[in-house]
Nanobody
Framework: QLQLVESGGGLVQPGGSLRLSCAAS????????IAWFRQAPGKEREGVSC????????YYADSVKGRLTIASDNAKNTAYLDMNNLNPEDTGVYYC???????????????????WGQGTQVTVSS
């Protein structure tokens, strides 16, 4: 079965850190562009970060620049999102997605990605 499985979410205090993982099964992430999205309650899903399979270029939403880092480990067939200095506005369900295209998208993405994970909840609260 071809799928992505996220893990690593949880409850964290403001200023805290989390590492999200996105493990691929049934296919190899090598050659796939990876993106992370999040959806807060009552809001639309938004792109957070992505990494291109073509050259490893990374992209971040303005709201997370300097705090989040995306990476992909082909040996482990897993992508990561390191999140630091979290604030309550970062709360939401985080999804990873993969596309065989080398071009990442964080907008107009609905039909762009081949695979989506089921999501992992991140809650930032004191």
């Amino acid at each position: 079965q071809l799928q992505l499985v996220e893990s690593g979410g949880g409850l964290v205090q403001p200023g805290g850190s989390l590492r999200l993982s996105c493990a691929a099964s049934g296919f190899t992430l090598d050659g796939y562009t990876i993106a992370w999205f999040r959806q807060a309650p009552g809001k639309e899903r938004e792109g957070v970060s992505c990494i291109s399979s073509l050259d490893g270029s990374t992209y971040y939403a303005d709201s997370v620049k300097g705090r989040l880092t995306i990476a992909s480990d082909n040996a482990k067939n897993t992508a990561y999102l390191d999140m630091n200095n979290l604030n309550p506005e970062d709360t939401g369900v985080y999804y990873c997605a993969a596309t065989s295209s080398g071009i990442p998208r964080m907008t107009d993405y609905h039909t762009w990605y081949d695979y989506w994970g089921q999501g992992t909840q991140v809650t930032v609260s004191s």
